[in-house]
């Protein structure tokens, strides 16, 4: 009889129910009154009255286990249950909900210039970030040795001092220059490299856009009335600008443009240091030294050149005063951005 007893307790310990049927199966064998257990108690009376009392306390365990496991059964399917219904049905036709990001301040500066100058039939190129002395300095004017070159921290490649990460964008004319027929109206966009200690002013990269116009009879008329229309599209129709004579060595004459400040509109404020004007980029009229040395006859073409950072244009543009908060990814920062997007 108590193998009997054994096998069922080792029935009901591993008893599963994964769905209602299964517990009702369960529950009529095991627990119902028409259940196994009533044929044990029905069994009382064959056994023998002196063993009565240890079997009646055997079977009893059996029914206390049997009720045990029903509840444990229960409490198992009804969290099965609970767990389907959470999921509610999924609407595939639904967005994700994903959070995107939003657009950096110096890709949509980056985007606005562009965007800018296409409408004035520019295009854009684009050039290496490592760049070879003659494309980033000889070509340019640069006289070997020259002071001049250092007007420009840059970084050499140890091994190869002919090699250098480019220090500014001017570079990309030179390239085009040299393998591409004038007329040129050309934007070239693009990281660059200085070798300055980080501060809320200096950075070792940053990014600048190059613009040079190039074809017969350019003069600097031509030069003032295009960054003039550029400043007012970016700045605003009532901004101003002026002039100031500057010193490059791929420009004569050169000039630094600056523009009356958006902050206080003129009237003095900390960003334009109270005199009314901040300073936005170089510009002049290409050397003919340069022209020659992409093989283009200086007597034939003239042309006008200018070079801008993005980040100073978007630290006007947003007011921001720190340049490191641009590549340090501090989504605080960039949420600012977010109306951008
Ligand atoms: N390349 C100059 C700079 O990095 C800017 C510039 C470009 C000036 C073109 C004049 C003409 O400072």
Redesign the pocket.
Known sequence: MSEKIKALKAEISAAKAKTQEELEAYRLKFISRKSVLGDLFADIKNIAPEDRKAFGQEVNEVKQLAEEKFKELITGLESADTGSKSSAPVDLTLPPNINLGTVHPLTYIHNRIVEIFQKIGFNVADGPEIEDDFHNFTA?NFPENHPARE??DTFFIESNPDIALR????SV?IRIMENQKPPFRTLAPGR?FRNEAISARAHCFFH?V???FVDKNVGLVDLKQTLYYFAKELFGQDTKVRFRP?Y?P??EP?AEMDISCNICKGKGCNICKYSGWVEI????M?DPNVLENCGIDSEEYTG??????IERIAMLKFQVNDLRLYSENDVRFLNQFKHLS
Request: charged residues 5%; proline residues 0%.
């Open positions: 340019l007007m420009q220090t500014h964008t001017s004319q660059v600048q190059e613009g040079f500057s490059f791929f420009t050169s980029l170089g510009s002049g290409i006008f050149a200018f070079g801008m950072g």
